[in-house]
């Protein structure tokens, strides 16, 4: 169903290509993607709101891959971006700059001034002090910057602590009840226009109530502001929608849809999303070989040649990732392993006392699900170089980002002078 199944020979596949074949290729570890898998979660998201005019800006924290954010702009998304880095990532990815919303607590003023001479289409301004910054650096440009102000309505997300956004505790967004104020001072502000409202409660919901009671919350506000004299052009609900790692049941895209549009029906505002694991979650698995496997009287080691550092999900959330064995050896039983990988931290750990098709040492898995939040967190940790990125079309893959090499591991560093005898 993501494009990543077995053949009648019992190898595993990414659309039409066998893994074994980019492992020979290109070694391990390496993240593969399945383009099929990246457009048909694009087009069913964006399909389910079509009920009201919407704009889908893609997170690219998600999967910041440049060959992915392409394929979304060529699709119509834009880009939901939290960085100076991101946005150099989209816009040199050709997403246009009016697709471009800017997320995050905190935006310097390089960054601002960045987004404000590319031309964004709304800063996401989640405080007082950054609003402020904003309306100086707008004013220094000789612009008006286009601001949302980002509101928390304090709803449970119901998720991972570490994932929930939206609650009043969380440093994210202004309390919904500062939301009349701050627009006003928005309003008075001569570097700034307020032209939205935002609200993002958290990642990985399995649920619709509480996307749902925040979107009430913000609607009500946005009414209130329009009441006041100050209509918006548009409404961002965030991202957030979960996807099934193992055995959860997010509702479809289409139910968040016709929920959401339901709300907004007969509005004028355009409707902003920012989704993110639902589009690239399980469109990408992250391919790895047993390195060892370890015996010892207690437990079964499966050492790995993939590590936190490669995809560090499980070691951060204690996430679920399926892990797969990439040829199929039924006739061998299974056997209950820990699934680790060579660094040095006992937090290293993929899976513990997980049963797995029995796999000896050479072999090669997939970890599934790991194409949100995979390589996009992914650092060289124990000076391990950063996998290879490979995209998958039909018949056809390329590499989309070369392994990092030993030379890129240290560009950038250097000797002070004293070390060196200048
Ligand atoms: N918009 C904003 C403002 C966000 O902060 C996020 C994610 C999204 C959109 C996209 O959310 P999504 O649709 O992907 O749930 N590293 C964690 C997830 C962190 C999410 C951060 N914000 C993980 O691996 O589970």
């Given at each position: 169903m993501f494009h990543f199944d077995y053949d009648a020979t019992g190898q595993l596949l990414a659309e039409e290509v066998p893994l074994q074949k980019i492992a020979a290729e290109l070694g391990t570890p390496t993240y593969v993607y399945a383009e099929a898998t990246l457009t048909r979660h694009f087009r069913v998201y964006d399909q389910a709101f079509s009920a009201h005019s919407h704009l889908v800006c893609y997170a690219v924290k998600a999967n910041t891959s440049g060959a992915l954010l392409s394929l979304f702009a060529s699709m119509g998304g834009g880009a939901d971006i939290v960085s100076g880095g991101e946005l150099f990532r989209a816009l040199r990815a050709g997403?246009?700059?009016?697709r471009i919303v800017f997320s995050g607590v905190g935006k310097t003023a390089e960054e601002m001034q960045e987004a404000l001479d590319a031309g964004i289409?709304?800063?996401n301004v989640e405080s007082e002090p950054e609003l402020l910054l904003l309306d100086q650096v707008a004013r220094a440009r000789g612009v008006q910057a286009p601001v949302a102000l980002r509101v928390n309505?304090?709803?449970?997300?119901?998720?991972h602590p570490y994932i929930a956004t939206g609650l009043k505790e969380s440093k994210f967004g202004v309390p919904i009840t500062e939301g009349r104020r701050l627009a006003e001072l928005v309003v008075r502000s001569p570097g700034l226009r307020l032209t939205g409202l935002d609200c993002h409660i958290g990642s990985?919901?399995?649920?619709l109530g509480p996307t749902l009671e925040a979107l009430d919350s913000v609607l009500a506000l946005a009414d209130e502001l329009r009441g006041a004299g100050h209509p918006l052009e548009h409404v961002d609900i965030g991202g957030g929608l979960g996807i099934t790692y193992s055995g959860e049941t997010p509702p479809h895209p289409d139910e968040l849809g016709q929920a959401v549009t339901a709300k907004m029906k007969g509005r004028p505002e355009l409707l902003i999303l920012e989704p993110g694991r639902v589009i690239v979650g399980n469109a990408g698995i992250l391919l790895s070989r047993v390195l060892y496997v370890k015996e010892t009287k207690d437990r079964t080691f499966l050492v790995l040649d993939a590590a936190m550092n490669d995809l560090i999900r499980p070691s951060l959330y204690q996430a679920h990732h399926e892990i797969w064995p990439v040829e199929r050896h039924p006739e061998r039983g299974n056997f209950t392993v820990d699934v680790v990988g060579p660094?040095?931290?006992?937090?290293?750990?993929?899976?513990?006392?997980r049963t797995l098709p029995r796999l000896l040492a050479g072999e090669l898995v997939a970890i599934l699900s790991a194409g949100a939040y995979g390589f996009s967190m992914a650092s060289t940790y124990n000076s391990r170089r950063r996998a290879a990125e490979v995209l998958v079309s039909g018949d056809r893959f390329c590499a989309i980002r070369a392994r990092e090499t030993y030379e890129s591991l240290v560009a950038g560093e250097t000797l002070p002078p004293w070390q060196r005898g200048a």
């Open positions: 997403v246009p700059t009016d289409l709304s800063f309505p304090n709803v449970d997300a119901k998720t990985q919901l399995t649920k660094i040095c931290e006992s937090g290293d750990t993929f899976a513990k006392a």
